[in-house]
């Protein structure tokens, strides 16, 4: 079983359109973040929602909008792509300070 | 505000050979410090931890870390590395009163030669 999954693996899209990335746990984990990658491997916290209430959000861009139907779900949702969007978008959930990370999400905006 | 440092951005090691990872942080608190490994195309797998208690740790695939408060350091280290040792390694800082958000390194790239 997987712990902690991400939909979709890659990410094709044109600038300005708008686009979703999903993430499940199935570890019972009341904490789940969103990481960015960059193309040098700098992993930087986006948001982080506990019980689905946020509680880091990081200096973001409002074009990106998470979201937490439940407390097994984190959403994504980014509006008007840009290039600089580029990246590998993680997921991650966590209890008593471990964090286990999702497979990634590879998102190529052209 | 925290940070972690990474000295090193890449090290070549023959295989058999010993590795040290370097990683510095800094911190106002006592911090809880993690070790992740990501290998080319994965995500990041959690590889040891330290919260508190012995400040040597032992992790998964042969690895540990030892913590020294006094140089705030948190070096990672395996006897012998294996081929797919070849990877890139991340320090991690967090604390539990900033709701787990972790500070990461820049990485460090292990290249594992024959």
């Known amino acids: 079983d997987t712990a902690v999954s991400q939909t979709p693996k890659y990410l094709v899209t044109q600038m300005g359109n708008d686009k979703s990335i999903k993430c499940e746990q199935n570890?019972?984990?009341?904490?789940m973040y969103w990481y960015k990658q960059d193309s040098k491997k700098f992993l930087k916290i986006m948001f982080s929602y506990n019980n689905k209430e946020l509680i880091i959000n990081e200096t973001v861009p409002n074009r990106f909008s998470p979201k937490s139907p439940d407390k097994a779900h984190l959403n994504l949702h980014i509006n008007s792509l840009e290039l600089g969007d580029s990246a590998v978008y993680f997921c991650a959930s966590s209890q008593s300070g471990e964090q286990y990370f999702g497979p990634g999400t590879r998102l190529t905006v052209t | 505000a925290q940070s972690v440092t990474q000295p090193d951005i890449h090290i070549t090691v023959s295989e058999g050979a010993s590795l040290e990872l370097r990683c510095n942080y800094s911190?106002?608190?006592?911090?809880?410090l993690f070790w992740y490994v990501q290998s080319p195309g994965q995500g990041l797998q959690l590889l040891l931890k330290?919260?508190?208690?012995?400040?040597l740790v032992q992790g998964i695939k042969g690895f540990e870390a030892e913590f020294k408060r006094s140089q705030s350091s948190f070096n990672l280290r395996k006897p012998s590395v294996h081929w797919s040792d070849a990877a890139e390694y991340f320090c991690a800082v967090g604390s539990t009163d900033s709701w787990g958000k972790l500070q990461f390194g820049a990485g460090t790239q292990v290249v594992v030669t024959p």
């Open positions: 911190y106002g608190a006592t911090p809880y």
């Open positions: 570890l019972g984990h009341d904490t």
């Open positions: 330290y919260f508190s208690g012995d400040t």
